[in-house]
């Protein structure tokens, strides 16, 4: 083979092998679970660590969220629909808050598995539509992303 | 004389660079003392509370290598350019892309691989508990290498430029950011005593695709740079 | 068909058809992003969770899908120069860059201003933000590479070369929001199936991407008329052209 070309086929095969391996490495660790957050069923299972600042996400459980009357203090549960994890929080919780949204919180996980957060996120999924339509899908036996309740 | 094989002329290129850079042991000894000063200013600046500043251990470590890594990338191929031994490297029959890992692999050796070796000292330093200090040699060993292909992209199309200076730092930290954040992410995933595989397969590879992609870049640079 | 690209390397062709391009996209863009915000902010009704406060959609997506759109446009028109040497691409990138980081910029400070009353904070440091601003400094260290350069043709060159290694980011943007958990919500509108926007909220939103789309290219355009007339300033056809204008007075 011209020695120009060999040398271009062996730089290209170079460049496809090393690409590929990186490829793998990836998939690989996207396996490993490297979230961001930890999903409540992980902090369940007592993979999270105790006495530092961890950031739990996960969807707030309907009719957990209990207000103090005489302070910003509110519980709540956190869930991924395969475990639970408790939060306690106390401070003003953001507009999007509520039960059945998701929220992500920030803070410290205690000796009896309480997360003592100190901040509270809201976050809201994909799925916009007008107030008639979430009301309609409500009516209908519906939640607010399609699914039958 | 018969003309060198490809891999043998890149294996001359990397003695080459290693012997120049022993020759010189400042250059080597100044990023390792920097290291240890930098370090020195975080309890100092603070406070030297230990619980404290084992928190931030990993991400302190993490960016001060960066950071060493930044001052030493502009020098790859600085004094090559300037008495035109560049040039000359650019007219070889031989592959620009190997001879450019060779550089690179050099830079390496002298900067990365020692930070990485050394790192364990200051992690104790900071009060890192030990649990994290295998996944952060890992991870610097790993990452390092990538900072030096990056920097080496930097370093190849600023070494035309008189006022070079601060641009190679602005074009490069943005590419080094996904670096440390998956760096500093390992050693708290094994201070937490959760896996830092997965992010140390991340950092492969970033290392992987960057020997396969930066030497391009890097060759070609080059002669953008020299053609000037 | 090969003769229209090269026609395009031609200066004082690309200028006279970017003109006439011109003449009716500038309205057309105009009016489309006042019909599409019109539409969006008045006469789309609130949004179930968020209220009024989602509105800022339709500034905010346009801006991030086009600054992701103006970024390849970049890369692109730097490699054609790299790899065929047109001058016109060379151009081409190099006014590229600026809008592409202003679009960026806008899309990080109305994600902020939307934020701070939805998820409670102006930042958070997830996956897709975090890659935003890094796509943010990748334009700016493009745009200061530029001006570092005495030889602008070696300018170009590198530019070229840096916007390349920078697209690595541009899927990792995209992406990261089905890779990791983050704060930020996965895409709305779906190539693939039901979109998962409302049609009413749908279809401006639409017309506001195409809308910044025509923008970008009327930025791209009239910046694109400017580098050459500055870097032709000594030929005839631009002589002429001054000689005209001034005499139209």
């Known amino acids: 083979m011209h020695p120009v070309r060999k040398q271009r086929l062996y730089l290209v095969l170079f460049v496809v092998l ?12 996207l396996r490993g679970n490297i979230n961001l957050f930890f999903p409540p069923v992980d902090v369940a299972a007592g993979k999270a660590p105790s006495g530092q600042s961890i950031r739990v996400g996960g969807m707030v459980v309907e009719g957990s ?3 103090s009357d005489s302070s910003l203090d509110v519980h709540f549960e956190l869930t991924d629909y395969e475990a639970s994890v408790p939060v306690v929080y106390s401070g003003i919780l953001p507009d999007l808050f509520g039960e059945g949204q998701g929220a992500v919180a ?3 996980l205690d000796a009896s598995g309480v997360l003592q957060a100190t901040e509270v996120l809201a976050k809201h999924d994909e799925n916009y539509m007008p107030p008639e339509v979430a009301d309609a899908l409500e009516n209908s036996g519906y939640d607010h992303k399609g699914n039958a309740k | 004389m ?41 309890p100092l600046g603070l406070g030297p509370a230990p619980a404290q500043l084992s928190l931030f251990a990993p991400g302190i470590l993490w960016i001060i290598a960066l950071l060493s890594n930044l001052l030493t990338s502009d020098a790859v191929f600085r004094g090559d350019f300037e008495d035109g031994a560049l040039e000359q490297l650019l007219l070889a029959p031989q592959p620009l892309f190997l001879s450019v890992l060779a550089y690179i692999c050099a830079h390496w050796l002298v900067t990365g691989l020692l930070l990485a070796l050394v790192s ?9 508990a030990p649990a994290g200090i295998a996944a952060l040699v890992l991870s610097l060993l790993l990452g390092t290498a990538v900072l030096s292909l990056v920097g080496g992209i930097g370093a190849a199309l600023t070494v035309g430029l008189r006022r070079g200076g601060m641009l190679i730092s602005l074009l490069i930290l943005p590419l080094y950011m996904p670096v440390l954040i998956f760096g500093s992410a390992a050693v708290q995933a094994a201070l937490s005593g959760l896996a830092a595989g997965p992010y140390l397969a991340i950092l492969g590879a970033m290392l992987c695709l960057g020997m396969a992609l930066a030497p391009l870049a890097i060759a070609a640079a080059l002669r953008i740079s020299v053609d000037a | 068909m090969w003769s229209f690209f090269h026609k ?6 690309l200028y006279a058809i970017s003109g006439s391009i011109l003449r009716w996209l500038l309205p057309a863009t105009l009016l489309a992003l006042a019909v599409g915000l019109a539409w969006g902010l008045l006469f789309t009704g609130p949004e179930a969770r968020q209220g009024n406060s989602y509105r800022i959609i339709y500034i905010h997506v346009p801006a991030a899908v086009v600054a992701l759109a103006g970024y390849y446009v970049m890369a692109i028109a730097g490699a054609v120069n790299l790899i065929w040497k047109m001058k016109m691409a060379d151009v081409a990138m190099k006014s590229a860059a600026p809008i592409g980081a202003a679009l960026t910029f806008i899309a990080l400070v109305t994600g902020a201003i939307w934020g701070k009353p939805t998820w409670g904070t102006w930042w958070v440091w997830d996956a897709r933000i975090t890659s935003m601003l890094i796509l943010l400094f990748l334009y700016l260290g493009v ?19 840096l916007s390349l290694v920078g697209m690595v980011n541009i899927p990792i943007i995209y992406k990261s929001v089905d890779w990791w958990y983050s704060l930020h919500q996965p895409a709305s509108i779906k190539f693939i199936g039901q979109s998962t926007i409302d049609s009413s909220m749908l279809h401006p939103l639409l017309l ?6 025509a923008l970008f290219t009327c930025c791209l355009l009239l910046n694109m008329r400017a580098e050459l007339l500055q870097r032709e300033a000594r030929t005839n056809w631009v002589k002429k052209l001054a000689v005209a204008a001034d005499s139209r007075g």
């Open chain 1, 18 to 29: 090393f690409s590929s391996a990186a490829v793998g490495l990836v998939t690989y660790a």
């Open chain 1, 65 to 67: 969220v209990q207000r």
């Open chain 1, 106 to 108: 920030s803070g410290v």
């Open chain 2, 2 to 42: 018969t003309r060198p094989g490809a891999l043998a002329f890149s294996a001359r290129v990397l003695r080459r660079q290693l012997v120049l850079a022993v020759r010189r042991p400042v250059e080597i000894g100044n990023p390792l003392l920097f290291f240890a000063m930098v370090v020195a200013l975080f």
């Open chain 2, 120 to 128: 364990p000292v200051f992690a104790v330093m900071l009060h890192m």
């Open chain 3, 8 to 13: 395009l390397g031609s200066p004082p062709w």
């Open chain 3, 143 to 161: 745009l200061a590479l530029y001006e570092a350069f005495d030889n602008k043709a070696a300018a170009g060159k590198a530019c070229a070369v």
């Open chain 3, 208 to 213: 506001m991407i195409a809308a910044f789309y």
